[in-house]
């Protein structure tokens, strides 16, 4: 059966990655004070930046609307949509409503919309599972029911540099945010099941909080040797290659793969932000 794979704009892939799995990419919208910048190919992620370390307020994003999924639902595809956390976005209700109204008009359609209970490259990893399993002809509900599985087996961490985003929105009050920065603490920040954001622990330095990601990831994932080891970075690919490094010489994974941020993962991991997720 041909399929569809949809993605909403916190799904980071490369161009080849995009154009190999067939993945079209559903965008959100970013508001920096009163300018609306859109996740798509337009966005210019060190404009953004620079805007954001700029503006003294928090960013917001908001989601697609159900007619924008809708449109993508057409055609005799099989559909499978991969999205943001529940938890982080309404990208997920703004699909499965779309999913509604669709099969209210079309009952024999196979739509699938999968809450991905991560974001950035943990999306991209669901995404490329999505197009493992069709691509061997795995039906479609076998599909959903493996990548429900692989995706409440999956685990997200990352370190940020900078803490300015989430004390814009509430995540650290301002007084937190300025100890851990006078005193060049990192947070190791982890995903919860249910898709919302922990802290794991921290260390001082940048470097030093890496190397306890990677300490961390080698203590809880497992057996890897069949899994895909993935990292995005925001704007900082030596920091990225150094993360892999450090994992992979505790981990025998079977593949990797590096992906910078696009604008929603760029506007949560900021400046030099690492996302590993496995």
């Keep these: ?8 704009s916190c799904t ?17 919208s970013i508001h920096v004070d009163d300018e609306i910048i859109f996740d798509d190919e337009t966005f210019n992620q060190e404009e953004f ?15 697609p609307s159900p ?3 809708m449109k993508l639902y057409e055609g005799d595809e099989d559909v499978y949509v991969v999205t943001l956390s529940s938890n982080l976005s309404g990208s997920y209700n703004s699909a499965e409503l779309a999913k509604k109204l669709y099969l209210d008009e079309n009952p024999n359609k196979n739509i699938a919309i999968i809450d991905s209970k991560n974001a950035s490259v ?10 493992e399993y069709a691509e061997e002809g795995k039906k479609f509900h076998e599909i959903v029911k ?3 599985q692989y995706r409440d087996g999956q685990k997200t961490k990352f370190v940020l540099e900078n803490l300015d ?98 604008g929603i993962s760029t506007m949560y991991a900021n400046r030099g932000g690492v996302i590993v997720s496995y």
């Excluded at 059966?1 to 909403?8: E, H, L, R, T, V």
């Design 146 to 148: 493996l990548v429900e």
């Design 165 to 262: 985003t989430l004390r814009k929105n509430g995540r650290l009050n301002s007084l937190q945010a300025i100890i851990v920065s006078a005193l060049n603490i990192k947070p190791v920040m982890g995903s919860t099941p249910e898709g919302t954001i922990c802290k794991v622990g921290q260390s001082r330095g940048i470097q030093k909080a890496l190397s306890l990601m990677a300490k961390f990831i080698e203590e809880d994932a497992g057996n890897v040797k069949d899994k895909t080891l993935g990292i995005a970075h925001c704007n900082n690919f030596e920091r990225a290659n150094y993360v892999k490094d450090e994992i992979l010489k505790r981990l025998p994974f079977k593949d990797f793969l590096i992906v910078n941020t696009g």
């Design 122 to 131: 943990g999306q991209t990893l669901i995404v490329k599972k999505i197009y």
């Design 1 to 8: 059966m041909a399929y569809k794979i949809i993605g909403d």
């Design 67 to 69: 007619d924008t999924y």
């Design 49 to 63: 930046l620079s805007k954001m370390e700029k503006s003294s307020n928090c960013p917001k994003s908001s989601c």
């Design 12 to 28: 980071d892939l490369t161009i080849d990655l995009k154009n190999r799995m067939h993945v079209q990419i559903v965008p959100l």
